[in-house]
């Protein structure tokens, strides 16, 4: 089955820097990305997905880039502010089978006034 | 309404007791989903119901019994819980089952004494 890796579990930044956080997956017919979002004592929101044939998408802040080749993908948050606290989790499925959605092992993001 | 709704929003119950946890959508979503997360995890799929039939369960032991009256309601029977029960319960929805994206709902969190 499907496997996604997740880098790093936690991250600190300074408020206005950027913060990035990476993904690999093993399985090649893995066409769809999303990303959540996961504040305390919520449930996951997503923030941004990717598609397998598209290579990168940008919405405001946060953008997300895919790497097919080398099975790999990243979410970038520029200009971080302090309510961009919180757990992110990568996931990665194919289309057609909701079952497949899995779910790398999250990274708790602090931004620092 | 673009909302998952999930009552209780938190739930202590004794090991004999039997409760129910409730999640209701409103977008049309015939696809619906119960996952459980313990703390610092990532979800875990637990159920799938597509157009109210039960069509996935990840080997959930049977003390979890779920239930989908109409295309708007999802219930989870709890009954016989262990302490190790104790997690968060997230109910999402998509459109379809295998549709792109999830809407979460903010959970139940569980805590079985």
């Known amino acids: 089955g499907e496997n996604v890796e997740q880098h790093p579990s936690t991250l600190s930044v300074q408020e206005g820097d950027s913060a990035v956080i990476k993904c690999t997956y093993s399985?090649?017919?893995?066409?769809?990305f999303p990303w959540y979002k996961q504040e305390l004592g919520k449930g996951p929101q997503l923030i941004i997905d990717i598609r397998s044939n598209v290579g990168e998408k940008k919405d405001q802040r946060i953008a997300v880039t895919l790497n097919k080749t080398a099975k790999h993908f990243s979410l970038h948050i520029t200009e971080t502010q302090p309510e961009d606290s919180a757990v992110y989790f990568c996931?990665?499925?194919?289309?057609?089978?909701?079952?497949?959605?899995?779910f790398g092992s999250g990274t708790q993001l602090t931004v620092l006034p | 309404d673009t909302e998952v709704t999930q009552t209780p929003k938190h739930l202590v119950m004794g090991m004999t007791n039997k409760k129910s946890l409730k999640c209701e959508q409103h977008?049309?979503?015939?696809?619906m989903y119960w996952y459980k997360q313990k703390a610092k995890k990532p979800p875990e799929l637990m159920f799938v119901y597509s157009y109210e039939k039960l069509s996935i369960n990840e080997s959930v032991p049977s003390r979890f019994s779920p239930e989908c009256p109409n295309s708007s309601l999802l219930n989870l029977h709890l009954h016989a819980l262990q302490p190790e029960d104790s997690a968060l319960y997230l109910c999402a929805s998509s459109r379809f089952d295998g549709d792109y994206g999830y809407t979460f709902g903010s959970g139940t969190r569980l805590t079985v004494v």
């Open positions: 399985d090649s017919a893995s066409n769809y």
């Open positions: 996931a990665a499925s194919k289309a057609g089978s909701a079952r497949q959605l899995t």
């Open positions: 977008m049309g979503h015939r696809a």
